[in-house]
């Protein structure tokens, strides 16, 4: 059984940073991939970057240069550093993570990105 808790939400400007993380608790761990989401107002949740156990990383066009993908695995936690905010990163993020191939997913964390 695994929690995910994702934490670093918040109001910013646009151009402004900002770092998510998403920390993994429980019992039994063999994490693999873990990846983070992005679901706008009104729009599907989209996959936003992922990151394998052994650390390659893909990311979605629209945020590619501007967002970092990172773990640590001593602390069973994901981030995403987010740079050069845009009005269009609104919305909640969501982490997800393998762990002996059943998919978890947490709540989420709001951002939103002013003009």
């Known amino acids: 059984q695994v929690q995910l808790v994702e934490s670093g939400g918040g109001l910013v400007q646009a151009g402004g940073s900002l770092r998510l993380s998403c920390a993994a608790s429980?019992?039994?761990?063999?994490?693999?991939?873990m990846a983070w989401y992005h679901q706008a107002p009104g729009k599907q949740r989209e996959l936003v970057a992922g990151?394998?156990?052994?650390?390659?990383?893909n990311y979605a066009d629209s945020v590619k240069g501007r967002f970092t993908i990172s773990r640590d695995n001593a602390k069973n936690t994901v981030y995403l550093q987010m740079s050069s905010l845009k009005v269009e990163d609104t919305g909640v993020y969501y982490c997800?993570?393998?762990?002996?191939?059943?998919?978890?997913w947490g709540q989420g964390t709001q951002v939103t990105v002013s003009s």
């Open positions: 429980g019992s039994r761990f063999s994490i693999g991939s």
């Open positions: 990151i394998t156990s052994s650390g390659r990383t």
């Open positions: 997800n993570a393998v762990n002996w191939g059943y998919l978890y």
